[in-house]
């Protein structure tokens, strides 16, 4: 910390005082201005324009009540203590736009201040511990505006302010850009196996008399007929089995809330990790086992690149990848684990195979599941899949 840092009270830095969002019944609700709104601050860390619920509001209510670019949002309540004071950066908005009233909205004063700097304060752990400390509550924990007001920060000058949130922020730029391009690259694959293993593309051009349009030795490795199976017509050569020939399916533990612990234990994987993005992915709500928990339930330890489906509930038939940074985890109840056998060479063979499974037939949620997976298998020793 640099000499000329400053110890004092965050509401040093506030050009108005913290203020709670607004609620209004159902007689002002479906017209109006936007509503940002607490489940929307879970998950993301910048709030942009997106469809919200609209409330009517008074001119002089909107003015008091306006989220705007460089405001950061608190949640103010939330029915797990790791969830409270959850921050997030008001991004730009095209439309004036207000926030609900289990939010509470600070609004510093540029000349002291660089929000980007303070946004990402406040989701570093120190700032997070600094807001737990002022939750309180049992059923429902909660923080105040004057609470937050009243913490004691080191305040860095604003020219470093500034520069360290150019470096987090170019960091975050950066890993947004990965992300992105990981999606091409998932899209790139899923169009790769529909074509290769669902439509049979290389099989039908060669049938045909075609180009396959791959490169020799892969296109050398696909037949260059078909014949009848149980599924239909399939190349010549493959064969039909169960999938449970190929992977190990696991369930998950009812892992019980009395024994949840800090933020230093083990995660529990649970079905509400699972996003659109096709991968499991950390929430503020997390919650945490004793490490002792690997030893007694070690038939539910996650691997890395375990895949993940939910069996049960409103999510049924979502998919979710685990990667490294998740770890270490245990599942919890309500989802199937799929892990290769070694009679499956490939991981994400698999992993796609599922996930074509389960687009295709949905109904595997009555209960009887493990009797309509049946999987398509290409046997070329090995080498395609």
């Not at 609004?107 to 997070?128: C, E, H, M, Q, V």
């Not at 004057?146 to 890993?175: F, T, W």
Request: include cysteine.
């Amino acid at each position: 910390m640099g000499s000329d840092w400053q110890t004092n009270e965050f509401a040093s830095l506030m050009s108005v005082p913290t203020r709670n969002g607004i609620h209004k019944g159902p007689a002002f609700q479906g017209r109006g201005v936007p509503v940002i709104k607490m489940g929307e601050i879970y998950h993301a860390d910048k709030v942009t324009d997106q469809p919200r619920d609209l409330l009517d509001l008074t001119l002089e209510e909107l003015d008091r009540l306006e989220a705007i670019t460089g405001d950061l949002l608190f949640c103010r309540t939330s029915l797990v203590a790791a969830g409270v004071g959850h921050c997030a950066l008001v991004g730009n908005l095209s439309k004036r736009s207000t926030f609900a009233s289990n939010l509470i909205r600070v609004r510093l004063n540029p000349k002291s201040a660089d929000t980007r700097y303070w946004f990402y304060y406040f989701r570093s752990s120190i700032g997070k511990q600094q807001l737990l400390s002022l939750a309180r509550g049992t059923s429902v924990t909660t923080i105040t505006g004057p609470d937050i007001a009243g913490l004691s920060v080191s305040i860095p000058p604003l020219r470093e302010q500034c520069a360290i949130a150019h470096i987090l922020g170019s960091l975050d730029d950066k890993i947004e850009l990965n992300r992105r391009m990981n999606q091409t690259l998932e899209a790139m694959a899923r169009a790769i196996f529909k074509s290769w293993f669902v439509d049979f593309d290389p099989v039908r051009a060669k049938a045909e008399g075609r180009p396959t349009g791959l490169p020799d030795d892969i296109a050398a490795l696909f037949p260059d007929s078909f014949e009848d199976s149980e599924l239909g017509e399939i190349p010549k050569g493959w064969e039909v089995v169960e999938l449970e020939a190929l992977s190990h399916i696991l369930n998950g533990f009812a892992f019980k809330s009395k024994d949840y612990c800090g933020p230093e234990g083990i995660r529990v994987l649970r079905t509400k990790n699972f996003t659109q993005s096709g991968y499991a992915s950390k929430n503020t709500d997390d919650v945490f086992l004793p490490k002792s928990l690997l030893s007694s339930h070690k038939q539910y330890i996650c691997e890395p690149f375990d895949f993940h489906l939910v069996m049960v509930g409103a999510s049924v038939g979502n998919t979710a990848l685990l990667l490294p940074n998740m770890l270490p985890a245990l599942r919890n109840q309500n989802m199937w684990c799929f892990r290769p056998k070694e009679t499956m060479p490939s991981k994400f063979y698999l992993n796609y195979a599922v996930q074509r499974k389960v687009e295709s037939v949905m109904s595997w949620a009555d209960g009887s599941a493990r009797s309509f997976f049946r999987w398509l298998r290409p046997i070329t020793g090995g080498n395609l899949i």
